[in-house]
């Protein structure tokens, strides 16, 4: 009541290429891997210790995550940003590698990558051994890559319980990125869904795609991967915890990203909606179980309002 809707239905999701890597090393004293490129903006700026790049060198970044399951590091797919590289234009991204917590990061080689049709993701499969890179590229499509694709390349749910790991959910008009819990034992148990508060959470903030340095650092995201709560099993880690990240674009489901906006963002509530149906997929909570949903600031006024639009759950 009061809003002006607004279902953006313009297949962004669609019209937007995206890259994304894996990287399999023989190095095992490697503890971090991002991508950097000076083409892409597509994360923090590059930050190096001592001196300063020289002018026109800066480059941006994206963390790897480790995949266990599957021996290799991987990224989200990662948007290309708009008015960037058009389609069918090569780009360079350079591999680099930390073998220290605060330590530097090393560049241990580059790709060179081509971008693709929107709608599609170009894969970058790289492996290292002895020093020596090897790639090759694969192209998927966005709708595929993402949600069941991303689980079923970390090796299937199996793989994914007792440890949280980045995903993302989309439609043709919006991706989001997550953060997905699943506990050690088989089961079945309920969703939490937490949404979190108003915070920073542009590009400078995102180490993977939509995904902000904060997320990790509080509420029950935080609760699942803390050792010190691990001893005493704490509540958080029975439950399958979601944890989505909003842009910088939307106040969750108002636009543009005012706590007054007046515009209701329906496709962000579709997509939300998709993602519950999906996450009841997966088989990991009971049959038409409700989902518990929980958030902080502007947080809360989305756990009120998706509670609002699936009142059967």
Same mark, same amino acid.
């Given at each position: 009541?009061?809003?002006a ?19 399999? /090393? ?6 971090? *891997? ?27 970044? %994206? ?23 058009? #389609?069918? /234009?090569?780009?360079? +991204?350079a ?14 080689g ?5 971008i693709?049709q ?7 499969h ?10 090759r ?9 993402v949600?069941?694709g991303? %689980? ?7 793989? $994914?319980r007792?440890?949280?790991r ?13 953060? +997905? ?11 939490l ?5 108003? *915070? ?18 509080y509420g ?10 691990e ?6 880690r029975?439950?399958v ?8 674009? %939307?106040?969750?489901?108002?636009? #543009?990203?005012l ?8 496709? *962000? ?13 997966l ?6 179980q409700? %989902? ?11 756990a009120?309002? $998706? ?7």
């Amino acid at each position: 009541i009061g809003f002006a809707s607004s279902n953006r239905g313009d297949g962004l999701v669609l019209r937007t290429p995206h890259l994304a890597v894996t990287l399999e /090393s023989d190095d095992r004293s490697v503890c971090a *891997m991002r991508v950097a490129s000076r083409q892409l903006r597509f994360g923090p700026r590059e930050k190096c210790a001592g001196s300063r790049r020289p002018r026109g060198a800066a480059r941006w970044c %994206v963390d790897l995550f480790w995949c266990s399951a599957t021996d290799c590091w991987r990224s989200l797919a990662i948007p290309v940003p708009t008015g960037g590289p058009e #389609p069918g /234009s090569e780009v360079d +991204l350079a591999l680099q590698a930390c073998w220290q917590e605060a330590q530097d990061f090393t560049d241990i080689g580059s790709v060179r990558v081509t971008i693709p049709q929107g709608g599609t993701v170009s894969v970058q499969h790289c492996r290292v051994t002895r020093g020596r890179l090897s790639s090759r590229a694969e192209d998927l499509g966005i709708l595929e890559f993402v949600a069941g694709g991303q %689980v079923e390349a970390a090796g299937g749910i199996d793989a $994914l319980r007792g440890s949280q790991r980045p995903m993302q959910f989309a439609t043709e008009d919006v991706i989001i990125s997550f953060l +997905l819990y699943v506990p050690k034992s088989q089961g079945p148990h309920p969703i939490l869904l937490f949404f979190h508060g108003d *915070m920073t959470r542009g590009q400078q903030q995102c180490t993977q795609p939509g995904l902000p340095d904060f997320v990790e650092q509080y509420g029950p995201a935080l609760l699942v991967i803390d050792p010190k709560k691990e001893k005493g099993n704490h509540p958080c880690r029975d439950f399958v915890v979601v944890t989505p990240c909003c842009s910088e674009d %939307v106040w969750w489901l108002r636009q #543009p990203a005012l706590h007054d906006a007046k515009t209701y963002a329906t496709y *962000m509530e579709d997509c939300l909606l998709q993602l519950v149906g999906w996450l009841d997929g997966l088989g990991l909570n009971f049959p038409g179980q409700g %989902v518990c949903l929980a958030g902080q600031s502007m947080g809360a006024y989305m756990a009120l309002e $998706l509670a609002r639009a699936m009142p059967d759950r």
